[in-house]
């Protein structure tokens, strides 16, 4: 029996997650569970797996006095104190995760990730904490997951290159004159995959897809120029891996989260899961190049990875405030790029970066963001 600690426990893949260790009640029990501030949502999680150990804002303290009580703000500490045996999964949204699951390395605790920022704010400090550490990161990602399955049984140094997809979004067949007048209804209708609202919006802009990319360049530890990203539209091949000796290694399988997160979970003994694909019913399959005039945060975002250092943390940061306010209806969709813009503008960049640094420069971003367009179309 595997336990499971699930910070993020009422996002899209903190809820995919439970229906697995739901549907396997011999394999996984949910030892505890965080929640940012739904309340009642989290408290139907405790009392249905009978949680030991839950976390959410101090003010929510008093309606978990049969529960281990942790405040957000001591997630790490939470992390610390885990018995040895419970698996971590951060699903957490934001930059928030990254601390974690620097503990959580320090602690020879496997991560089974599917928090992006973890890797794209903190990944100069994230590598060298997974060269010395027993625990393992594990992608809870549909890319990442198939990259890791196309390596089974081969080796990193035969790899000439990898590529990871791209959907291209809400806006994918828009013009750019059609951008200026999207609503947020529209933002959330991805044609594909059912996710969280943020990584939504992250994928009509295409930033998730930077930030994929960061990540496979630290999970995988491949330099940039071995990493690709292209448009596909059907979101059917998942991820790619081109070897030197010619052979081409393609993940194929049907939009559905569950997938990577059983891949994640399970040790040695496959698990049965069914999910539909019908191979028949394919009749095309289309792949194009990242068009930089509709998407010019996909070029700016990977110019902004090479560099390394605090641009990437002002970029994250910068990304996350504007999405959010995108979300409350504060402002238009276009202003998310301008945002962005605008704060690596304004913010110099430092290579050598610490996790307190990381954290500090974080919300003094998000910080100039929210007093600088609040309440601004």
Partial sequence: MKRIMLLGATGSIGQQTLEIIEHYPERFSLYGA???????????????HQCKVVAIEETYRTLFNETQFYPLE????????????????????????????????????????????????????????????RGRLIPIDSEHSALRE????????????????????????????????????????????TMG?????????????????????YLFQLPYDKIEAVIHKESVVHGLIYY????????MGPADMRIPIVSALQDEDVLTYRSFFDLTKLRTLHFQRIDSAQYPLFDLGMAVAKKKGLHVVTMNAANEAAVDLFLRKKINFLTIETI????????????????????????EVKKYVYQEYLGGV
Avoid at 34 to 48: G, S, W
Avoid at 199 to 217: G, Q
Avoid at 244 to 251: A, F
């Fill in 34 to 48: 965080t929640a940012k501030t739904n309340v009642e949502q989290l408290m139907a999680i405790v009392m249905r």
């Fill in 340 to 363: 962005i813009y605008d704060c690596l503008d304004r913010f110099e960049n430092d290579k050598e970066i610490t996790l307190d640094s990381v954290i500090e420069h974080d919300q």
């Fill in 244 to 251: 030197k000796d010619g052979n081409i290694m393609t993940h």
């Fill in 150 to 193: 196309c390596l089974r049984g081969r080796k990193l140094k035969d790899v000439e290159k990898v590529v990871i997809t791209a959907s291209g979004g809400s806006f994918r067949d828009y013009s750019r004159k059609q951008l200026k007048k999207v609503t947020l209804k529209d933002a959330l209708k991805h044609p594909n995959w």
């Fill in 197 to 217: 609202a943020k990584i939504t919006i992250d994928s009509a802009t295409l930033m998730n897809k930077v930030f994929e990319v960061i990540e496979a360049h």
């Fill in 74 to 133: 001591a997630l790490s500490t939470l992390v610390e104190e885990l018995p040895k045996d419970v698996v971590i999964v951060n699903a957490l949204v934001g930059s928030v995760g990254l601390r974690p699951t620097v503990t959580a390395l320090l602690n020879h605790r496997d991560v089974l990730l599917a928090n992006k920022e973890t890797l794209v704010v903190g990944g100069e400090i994230i590598a060298p904490l997974m060269k010395r550490s």
